[in-house]
Structure formats: C-alpha cells, structure tokens
C-alpha cells in the first residue's frame, strides 16, 4: 500500500483535517466480472433472475432474466444492491452506478465490493468524476475496452471513513435531487407530445380531437411552402472558412450548435466582417424569420423576433440550416408556426421521406411540399400557439434547473475530491 502521498481537497466538511492518503482500488475492494450463458440454451433464459447488462448499471429493472441453471452453467456472477457496477465495454465504457437490484452480471460489467472503512458512494462517484481522464488514458480514440486490471489499478486519494461517507451520502443526496429534476422535466416533455398528438388533427383529418370549446370551425390543409418561402443557409464559393471568423464584427454567423429545439443559444458565437458578410449571397435573417436545423441534428427552430434583432441586428446561418420565411405574416400566427414545427413534423417528415442515411438532411424543395392543418381563425391559431409557447417555457426553465445543478455536482466534484 502506498501511504506516501498526502493531500487534501479544496472544499471539506467542518471537523475535517486529517490528510488524504493514497490506494489502489485493488487494494481497498474485491472485483470480479461475470459471463452470459449460451444463448443457443433455452433453459438458461426466461427465469427469476434479473441479467444486468452495462446500459441497465443505474435501472432498477433489466429486459433479460437468466435462470437458476443458466447461472450455474456459464461465468455470470451474482450482485446484491449496493454493489459498484462499472461498465467495461464499448459505449458505456467508463459509466459507473451503485445497483439497486440483486441480480446476475455479464462480461461487460465489473463488480466491485469495497472492504469495510471504504466507503462504496465514495468511491463510485470518484469513478464516475475520473470517466473521461481515465478513457481519454486507457481508451484513445475511443477503441477498446477497459479491463478489470486496468480499474483495480488505479490510484484514488481516500480520507478516513467517516468523511467518505459524509462526500458520498452528499453526492448521492445531490444525484436524488437531479434524479427529480430530469423526472420533472421527462414529464412535462411527455405532456406535450400526447396533447400535440391530440390538439392537431390526424392525417386526413380537419377536426383535432382535443380544441378549446369555443372553436368549432373545420381546419383547412396548407402546404409549408404556401406558409412560407423557404430558402438555403449561406453556401457558395464565398463560404467562410476557419480565417473568416473573429470574436466580434459585423454579423453573427450561426452554426447549427447555436440553434437548439427551445430556440437560438448564444454562448458560443463567432462573426465575420461587413466585408465578408457583403460577399454573400444567402442565410441572411429577417425579422420574422425561422431557422429549421436540416443536417445533423434535424428539426431544431429558433425565431428571429424583435428581441433577437435588436441584440443581433446582423446575422447569417450556415448551410446546414433552412430559413422558413413567412409569406403571409399576420395571416398565419407565428406562435402557432412555431408550434407546429417544434411538434411532430419532423418525425412525420422522416418517417415519409428519403433524408439520407449517412447525413441524414431535410431539403426546402420536399420540406415545401409537407401538408399541416391549420386553424381557419387567427384566434385559434393564436390561442393554440400560446399554450404551446408556455409549455416551451416551463420546459425550458426545467432545463435550465437541471443543468445548473449538474453544473454545480460537477464543480463540487473537482472540488472535494483530491
């Protein structure tokens, strides 16, 4: 054991002073992988015991079961709740759960069992704060797999137990707490999409199911391309390159990481000079304008309103995006607009359209010809818009809830751990 190196995090509870001193989890815990039975063997599934695979390591329920004589007749290993559950291969190389299940575990997963005066919350979230130093070491380019000898021989900086549990109960207090806020918002996500499956009409259809009751009138069909003129980002023998962009200037040039589905993120930016932006001939917005992702990431839309204007007077998009620019505003509701394209459009888009398999894209010459129903009055459209908008809103604050308390778990992370 080495006890030479001594330190000590920047953040600790009161009470607190002694020096950390630094293991190897080999030394401080028992580990094993386990094995999957034959799957030619029918008798080896199908039974009571829940078989946990690397994507399952933070569920409390698996899809497979293995039976009794599945277990006995191949290296599938035995877990009880409470468990570090570490995946080893592929895509979830690195992840790292407490289980909440008793049941048996595959290759892919390595269990660990920390001996007493080690705490298992502790140890869990160092792993799970150490994930992209300890694949960017052992896993370059992100080929390969980790091993159960790479993980018993690393190095982690321990206090005495009492302060393990005191971080560990803290983060896993923490966790619960983002635990709620993700429930939160997955719920007021799913709200949404069963009442946009319900406040619009089905295909063929002028009546959606659910209105509100002083609207009676009969929907009317409307092509996107009759809605709007639609037209490419910025493209063309002037494209900016790499030595096009500054930290200011005259125009903000968007790429698609600025466009997201609750609207336009600003926290990157990047622009080009009068010059530059003068050369160009496409992807300049107007007022009134929507942005629609159309490779890569599909079906995100941001409007460019009075706000945005008068922060971004002078913008252009790149080619990865269409503008959605409305031939007939003040006739069409621009709320309801956005609530139809932030609705399920795009999936009803895909599900009916060649996009491409490789880079998946949506073109403005099929997009223009998509089908929507439309309320035949602007009181309709306009309340339908509304309510959409709010939920956009309560989304959105949920998001933002979320994310600061991931960003705040995971500043505490880098600080209260050696």
Avoid at 97 to 118: K, V
Avoid at 136 to 149: R, V
Avoid at 337 to 351: E, H, P, Q
Wanted: without cysteine; glycine residues 8%; charged residues 25%.
């Amino acid at each position: 054991m080495s006890k030479n190196k001594k330190n000590v995090p920047q953040i600790r509870f009161p009470g607190f002073t002694d020096p950390w001193e630094q293991r190897r989890l080999g030394e401080v815990a028992k580990s094993y992988s386990g094995g999957t039975p034959s799957v030619g063997k029918d008798e080896y599934y199908n039974g009571d015991i829940p078989f946990i695979r690397s994507a399952e390591i933070n569920d409390d329920s698996t899809e497979l079961f293995i039976s009794e004589t599945g277990l006995n007749n191949s290296s599938a290993k035995m877990v009880e709740v409470g468990d570090i559950l570490y995946a080893l291969y592929g895509a979830t190389s690195g992840e790292v759960g407490i289980s909440r299940i008793n049941g048996a575990i595959n290759q892919a997963i390595l269990a660990i069992q920390p001996e007493e005066d080690y705490d298992s919350q502790f140890i869990m979230q160092w792993l799970r704060n150490q994930k992209q130093k300890i694949i960017d070491k052992y896993l370059q380019g992100g080929q390969g797999n980790l091993s159960g000898s790479i993980v018993k021989d690393l190095l982690i900086e321990f206090p005495s137990y009492n302060e393990q549990a005191r971080i560990g109960g803290f983060f896993q207090k923490l966790d619960h707490l983002i635990t709620l806020h993700q429930r939160k918002l997955n719920n007021v996500k799913n709200l949404k999409a069963g009442l946009l499956q319900k406040m619009f009409p089905k295909n063929g259809e002028n009546f959606p199911e659910v209105r509100f009751p002083e609207f009676t009138d009969s929907w009317e069909q409307q092509r996107l391309g009759e809605i709007f003129n639609i037209l490419d980002g910025d493209r063309g023998k002037n494209y900016p390159g790499e030595a096009d962009f500054f930290e200011s200037g005259a125009t903000l040039f968007l790429d698609t990481g600025n466009v997201k589905k609750s609207g336009f993120e600003f926290s990157t930016k990047k622009y080009i000079t009068k010059e530059k932006d003068e050369s160009l001939r496409s992807g300049k917005l107007k007022l009134y304008d929507f942005v629609l992702t159309s490779r890569g990431t599909l079906g995100n839309v941001a409007y460019y309103d009075e706000i945005t204007l008068k922060n971004h007077p002078s913008v252009r998009i790149n080619s990865a995006m269409l503008i959605l620019r409305p031939a007939m505003h003040g006739e069409v509701s621009d709320d309801y607009m956005a609530s139809v394209l932030r609705g399920n459009i795009i999936n009803d888009f895909m599900s009916k359209n060649h996009v491409g398999s490789a880079q998946p894209h949506i073109t403005k010459r099929d997009f223009s010809k998509v089908d929507i129903g439309i309320p035949s009055t602007i009181e309709e459209q306009e309340k339908i818009g509304s309510f959409f908008k709010n939920f956009d809103t309560l989304i959105t604050l949920h998001q933002r809830k979320l994310e600061h308390l991931q960003k705040q778990k995971k500043a505490l992370l880098q600080q209260m751990f050696v």
